[in-house]
């Protein structure tokens, strides 16, 4: 299809001047992360005397262990993510592939999961976490992140797992199969596109949490990243080390970026098939 | 009970119990709390109190800190706060979104790199984008004030997010920039399985291109549209963390979430905060009923023309 010069320019600007609105903000962010002392109030892109103190000192200054914080938010991210998939393909081998009573509305129950507010549970969760005697442990964010890392992975993969061709399965229970090998052997390794997506969705979900991270951990060694970034603090009140947090935020979005990029389609699909499903 | 169902609830089983245990347990709890007086130094010495959370002297909807009217009230604001975001923000989003990806279902050269770009915002945490525009907001160092008086927009530089006429807009316009690519990039889905067919037929026949999108792309993508709007408008009702980091949570902006976290864990009235989040978790829900009620009027409607 031809179009009329106009139209292609303002294709073209248009198209600059999304990528701009979208990518300018962290690339402030990143010039400001290089910028120390006064030049911080100097709005220029490009830092005059670039500087790596602010990383540094994200990782020497003994108040703020960052280094731990990335450490715990790893650690719960990962346990999150793994025990997600695990329940998440079980679960979903009964819904996709068995045809039993009442499998409609245990899928729209494990919907409405996903949909509630997580403020409707941090009472009943902030006395569960002290029960257990999770309260100040990082570890304990495990269990209210699977509230909306469960139901999302469970939709999803059912989806995928419904796809799945029938005549694999019964070669399988031919064989001599139970479900679990069927899983395990025959099923993982087809659903790998599906794992990889809710998998990721699953890792930033539990990367970006604030408002449990914030209330059940009060411990300064305990603390996941999105608190430490939000508490990070000067000498006084007023005296808020923008160039620190700068730091610090690029620090915590670089490897969120990069894996977005890299699996743009997977991502995409897993966002697109557990919206357009519902 | 065959052996086909047997086996699809014993593979159910730990899921149902992780969500049982995490979910459903506590919400019970959560609704529990709400009629009792718990305390946060000691909830199990809670009383039953009744409705007096939501309806007594000092509940939900009488009046809580004895101020002008409901709406006046820390709750009220709340909700106002609250609606207001979702709905502007929503609508926004959903106009941009669509805007986005209408230009990224065009064939142009860099078209990946624009659709690598629009993702960022997404990637970016909610923290980190709401420190990212606090500092580009900062009342005297930020860069959008420096532009806009460089430009003669404004004559001195406002402080977006501490006064309280913009404070509420500019957590909007923060949201808008970081959930846009995602409206975006479930419509560009929708868009991708178009029929192409129908659209070769509308540019023989010199279909105005307006007309062509209002009669035939936009019901269409209808049933993703709406899904896309009332995932958003569900997520957008229980705001906290952009609120929270970007104006500090002072009254003037705060949301639902927000006065519930300040009232159960600041403050330490688990009982009254849990009468708050209770009667959230009843709005979102109605929200929920009615917005899937609506859509599928709509969807139905559109069947039947």
């Known amino acids: 299809m031809r179009r009329a010069p106009w139209a292609v320019a303002a294709l073209y600007a248009l198209a600059v001047l999304v990528t701009v609105f979208s990518v300018y903000p962290f690339v402030y962010a990143l010039s400001t992360s290089f910028k120390t002392g006064t030049a911080l109030f100097d709005p220029t892109l490009w830092p005059s005397a670039p500087s790596l103190d602010n990383y540094v000192s994200l990782f020497t200054v003994a108040e703020q262990p960052f280094g731990r914080h990335i450490l715990n938010s790893i650690m719960v991210s990962v346990i999150v993510v793994s025990l997600s998939i695990f329940l998440g393909v079980t679960a979903a081998y009964a819904l996709g592939r068995i045809d039993f009573k009442g499998r409609g509305l245990l899928l729209g129950a494990i919907l409405a999961v996903s949909m509630f507010p997580a403020v409707a549970v941090l009472a009943g969760m902030y006395e569960l976490i002290r029960f257990l005697g999770l309260y100040n442990h990082a570890l304990g964010l495990v269990l209210p ?70 209330t059940f951990v009060l411990d300064n060694n305990e603390r996941t990243v999105p608190v430490s970034i939000s508490l990070i603090s000067g000498a006084s009140k007023y005296d808020i080390p923008w160039g620190k947090i700068m730091a610090a935020s690029v620090i915590v979005t670089l490897p969120l970026i990069g894996m977005v990029l890299v699996f743009q389609r997977k991502i995409v699909s897993g966002l697109t098939a557990g919206a357009v499903k519902g | 009970m065959n052996t086909k169902t047997r086996t699809a609830w014993l593979f159910l089983a730990p899921m149902l119990i992780t969500l049982l245990l995490v979910a459903a347990w506590p919400l019970a709890r959560t609704i529990w709390f709400s009629f009792t007086d718990a305390n946060i130094n000691d909830p199990s010495s809670a009383k039953y109190v009744g409705f007096d959370n939501y309806f007594g002297p000092y509940g939900l909807f009488n009046n809580p800190n004895n101020s002008d009217g409901f709406w006046a009230s820390d709750w009220g604001i709340a909700i106002l706060n609250t ?36 993702l960022v915002p997404w990637a970016i945490p909610t923290i980190v984008s709401a420190k990212m525009w606090g500092w580009m907001l900062h009342d005297q160092f930020g860069v959008i004030n420096h532009m806009l008086v460089a430009a003669g927009l404004i004559d001195h530089p406002i402080a977006w997010t501490a006064e309280s006429r913009y404070a509420l807009w500019t957590v909007v316009a ?66 906290f963390d952009l609120i929270y980091v970007l104006t500090s949570n002072n009254t003037s902006t705060i949301s639902m979430s927000g006065f519930v976290r300040r009232e159960m864990i600041d403050n330490g009235y688990i009982g009254f905060g849990s009468a708050a989040s209770t009667a959230l978790f009843l709005i979102i829900g109605l929200a929920t009923i009615g917005s899937l009620y609506l859509g599928r009027v709509w969807l139905a409607e559109k069947k039947g023309s």
């Open chain 1, 145 to 214: 992140y699977m509230i909306f890392t469960l139901p999302f992975t469970v939709w999803v993969l059912t989806t995928f797992m419904e796809q799945l061709p029938k005549e694999l399965e019964e070669a399988a229970i031919m064989d001599g199969c139970g479900p679990a090998r069927i899983i395990w052997d025959v099923f993982m390794p087809l659903l790998w596109p599906a794992l990889v997506s809710t998998g990721l969705l699953a890792f930033i979900g539990a990367w970006n949490e604030f408002l449990f991270a914030l």
């Open chain 2, 174 to 239: 923060v949201d808008v920039w970081k959930t846009t690519p995602f409206m975006a990039l479930l419509i560009l889905a929708a868009l991708q399985v178009l029929p192409r067919d129908c659209y070769e037929a509308a540019r023989v026949d010199g279909v105005h291109p307006v007309r062509l999108f209002l009669k035939v792309t936009l019901p269409l993508i209808g049933p993703a549209l709406v899904v896309a709007v009332i995932f958003r408008l569900l997520d957008a009702l229980r705001v």
């Open chain 2, 83 to 118: 609606l207001k975001f979702a709905f502007v923000s929503v609508t926004l989003e959903t106009i941009l979104g669509m805007a986005v990806a209408l230009l990224l279902n065009q064939e142009f050269r860099g078209r990946a790199l624009v659709r690598a770009a629009v």
